[in-house]
């Protein structure tokens, strides 16, 4: 039972444009949402969070949207750098517990 | 400030040995999590400590595997009689969440094991 599902194993997209990281979940009692990037033989190092009282969150080139209603959050990078290739993962929390449930990841590629 | 650092980077085994994966977290952090991430998966939950205590093990798969943070702050997980199944990157996490808050988990490099 995958309760957290990221749809695109990967996304290739050109410096400068936008990069947008799409995850969906189904369980009702997730309230805190984060982002997570990934290098090659490294930690997932954290991005970005969105508590679910909000419906978006910005940091610098980096926005997380949450719509509660379908479930469905989402990663904006704008504009995307070569340097932001890399996995990333998003994940869902609750109040209630302490661990993180992750989606499968997608691998971005920013070409130069 | 020193992040979290886990110990070692790498570990090969055998088949049907014991080994011991350790984790330092954040300074000051009360709750520590393990994680294990197969080759294209997520990371997927074994324990959760607060403190001292393991207030949540439901990720545990079974009881070869078991985990401690005695004095609440290193914890090691121990793993009793590999089996290649076992092979993952093994992922330490650090916040300081409280009871009934939610938090930002903070991730180790993790430890790769290979299982012969």
């Known amino acids: 039972d995958q309760q957290v599902k990221q749809n695109s194993p990967s996304l290739s997209v050109q410096e400068g444009r936008i990069s947008i990281l799409n995850c969906d979940y189904t369980?009702?009692?997730?309230?805190?949402f984060l982002w997570y990037k990934k290098y090659p033989a490294e930690g997932p190092t954290f991005l970005i969070s969105?508590?679910?009282?909000?419906d978006k969150n910005e940091d610098g080139r980096f926005t997380v949207f949450l719509n509660k209603s379908a479930k469905h959050l989402s990663l904006h990078i704008v504009p995307s750098q070569p340097g932001d290739s890399a996995v990333y993962f998003c994940?869902?929390?609750?109040?209630?517990?302490?661990?993180?449930?992750f989606g499968q990841g997608t691998i971005l590629t920013v070409h130069p | 400030g020193a992040g979290v650092s886990q110990t070692p980077s790498n570990k090969v085994t055998e088949k049907g040995k014991y080994v011991e994966l350790r984790c330092d977290p954040i300074?000051?952090?009360?709750?520590l999590y393990w994680y294990r991430q197969s080759l294209g998966q997520g990371p997927e939950f074994l324990i959760y400590?607060?403190?001292?205590?393991?207030?949540?093990d439901s990720g545990l798969p079974n009881d070869r595997f078991f985990a401690v943070r005695p004095e609440g702050s290193v914890s090691t997980l121990k793993i009793q009689r590999t089996e290649r199944g076992d092979s993952a990157v093994y992922l330490c996490?650090?916040?300081?969440?409280?009871?009934?808050?939610?938090?930002?988990?903070?991730f180790g490099p993790g430890t790769r094991l290979t299982v012969l």
């Open positions: 996490a650090s916040s300081s969440k409280r009871p009934g808050g939610t938090d930002t988990q903070y």
């Open positions: 369980n009702s009692m997730f309230d805190y």
């Open positions: 969105i508590s679910s009282i909000k």
């Open positions: 994940a869902a929390t609750s109040t209630s517990y302490g661990k993180l449930t």
């Open positions: 300074s000051g952090h009360t709750a």
């Open positions: 400590f607060q403190g001292t205590g393991a207030a949540d």
